[in-house]
């Protein structure tokens, strides 16, 4: 990340940079999300020279945090986001194993087995935005975190976040062309898997005939039909920007240069 900032002020020479961190890696997988949001919330209003606003990066799964941070809290505002690789209608599958790594595997089934549990749901971090489409009863009663920022529980939607990320100048969502690693990769542009029939077969940790899965996509979700959170407001204004980088999970090249450039730095 550090080396990533500092390639921003390359671009952008005197530009002011708060990096979003956690003292010990473990800390990107293990933790409540909704108290690490309110934390660095809190972090955010105390910094001066944010005050008036701020662009705003994520980083695969900080991409869906700080959409987070725009639609809970967004004081001070955000005023352009992009998300890298972001995982905003969650993941479906748990990152695959290397082959042979058979401990990995069998952690792998034993984590899937589990994610839906009241310890998983507050503490590991992948669990509180995993969502099987096989499986969406568990998820919607268990998940305290993504089906919230997503607006999916009728009864407790809540306006506010479709105010805050309408306000949005742009939302730029960056997909990855080649990612196994967020399983589906099209969650990076709010698209989830369809129910599948496919057998599913663990021992190849894939689900027969995935390469061709039916993928809904964004403007075909309720989320954004009926607009839960502000996302087809901003659509239909032009403001949110559909982009690819070629490779795989975070395999950013250059291709994040002319974003960067175009998005941040009050040129938007």
């Known amino acids: 990340m550090l080396e990533f900032a500092s390639r921003i002020e390359e671009l952008h020479p005197g530009i002011f940079i708060h990096s979003v961190y956690f003292y010990g890696r473990s800390l990107i997988q293990y933790g409540n999300v909704n108290e690490q949001l309110e934390l660095v919330a809190s972090r955010i209003a105390a910094i001066p020279e944010l005050e008036s606003g701020f662009d705003a990066i994520g980083l695969s799964q900080g991409g ?80 305290h975190f993504l089906t919230s920022i997503n607006n999916e529980i009728p009864v407790s939607r809540n306006s506010t976040y479709a105010k805050n990320l309408a306000s949005l100048n742009n939302l730029v969502l960056v997909l990855f062309t080649e990612d196994k690693t967020a399983v589906p990769k099209e969650s990076a542009w709010f ?37 839960w959170i502000g996302l087809r407001q901003l659509d239909e204004r032009g403001g949110v920007v559909l982009e690819t980088c070629v490779g795989e999970h975070m395999q950013m090249g250059d291709c994040w240069k002319r974003l960067v450039r175009d998005y941040v730095g009050g040129s938007r």
């Open 64 to 143: 869906q945090f700080l959409r987070a941070y725009v639609e809970r809290y967004n004081k001070p505002p955000v005023h352009n986001l992009i998300t890298f690789g972001s995982q905003h209608m969650g993941i479906s599958d748990i990152p695959l194993c290397r082959p042979y790594d058979f401990l990995c595997q069998v952690a792998r089934r034993a984590a899937k087995e589990a994610v839906h549990g009241k310890w998983a749901q507050a503490n590991l971090v992948q669990a509180q935005y995993f969502r099987d489409p096989t499986n969406l009863e568990a998820y919607l009663s268990a998940n």
């Open 191 to 227: 698209g989830s898997e369809e129910v599948p029939t496919e057998f599913h077969n663990e021992e190849h940790q894939a689900i027969f005939g995935s390469t061709s899965r039916t993928i809904i996509h964004m403007r075909s979700q309720p989320l954004y039909q009926e607009d």
